[in-house]
């Protein structure tokens, strides 16, 4: 069965950095696109980041562009999501979510249980 | 404001058929499959509906997505205690090249 687990939250100052990791498993990782979305303390769910199947192109959100970036490694089958020059509004549980095919436009559509980020 | 509109909240007592409704734009909704997300609290969103009107095996049939225009909707057939949750709509947003969600409906069983 699909599996994504997430690692790497944890409590940081505002201004550093941080790597999440999501490691996959029960399906062809290199056939789907692959997802960050967060969700803030009492906010709803905000995207972040898309990757495509290949990692050849990717897409972020307003809020994080030029100081996140999200990378795949497919002989691994783990997903990252570098998170520079932190702020506090990037306080949110951060999951990792699987496309639902190689299409970039794909929605999520498995996700894993989430990692804590807290800038502060 | 979220890009997609979503009322923050519905409620209907069990039994009951509830309709939650999703407003985007040409860029969105209008051009892209919407989908559907259920998210209880302390645990992973899960996908009720895709493609617009899609579910998922496993999906019971009492949700039911639908289409048209610029706007989605999501029905609930003999609403359960269990579907108390938060929904969200969500879709690609071609002018924005990136994917955008909806603010989330906090949906409460009577």
């Known amino acids: 069965q699909v599996q994504l687990v997430e690692s790497g939250g944890g409590v940081v100052q505002p201004g550093t950095s941080l790597r999440l990791s999501c490691a996959a498993s029960?399906?062809?990782?290199?056939?789907?696109?692959m997802h960050w979305v967060r969700q803030a303390p009492g906010k709803g769910l905000e995207w972040v980041a898309v990757?495509?199947?290949?990692?050849?192109?990717?897409y972020y959100a307003d809020s994080v562009k030029g100081r996140f970036t999200i990378s795949r490694d497919s002989s691994r089958k783990t997903l990252y999501l570098q998170m520079n020059s932190l702020r506090a509004e990037d306080t949110a549980v951060y999951y990792c979510?699987?496309?639902?095919?190689?299409?970039?436009?794909?929605?999520?559509?498995?996700w894993g249980q989430g990692t804590l980020v807290t800038v502060s | 404001q979220s890009v997609l509109t979503q009322p923050p909240s519905a409620s209907g007592t069990p039994g009951q058929r509830v309709t939650i409704s999703c407003s985007g734009s040409?860029?969105?909704?209008?051009?892209?499959?919407a989908y559907w997300y259920q998210h209880l609290p302390g645990t992973a969103p899960k996908l009720l509906i895709f493609?617009?009107?899609q579910r998922p095996s496993g999906v019971p049939d009492r949700f039911f997505g639908a289409k048209s225009g610029t706007s989605a909707s999501l029905a609930i057939n003999g609403l359960r205690s269990e579907d108390e949750a938060v929904y969200y709509c969500?879709?690609?947003?071609?002018?924005?090249?990136?994917?955008?969600f909806g603010g989330g409906t906090k949906l409460t069983v009577l």
């Open positions: 979510a699987r496309g639902r095919n190689y299409y970039d436009d794909s929605g999520p559509d498995y």
């Open positions: 029960g399906f062809m990782f290199s056939s789907h696109v």
């Open positions: 040409s860029s969105n909704i209008g051009s892209h499959s």
């Open positions: 990757i495509a199947h290949d990692g050849d192109n990717k």
């Open positions: 493609g617009n009107n």
């Open positions: 969500g879709a690609w947003d071609a002018s924005l090249s990136g994917w955008v």
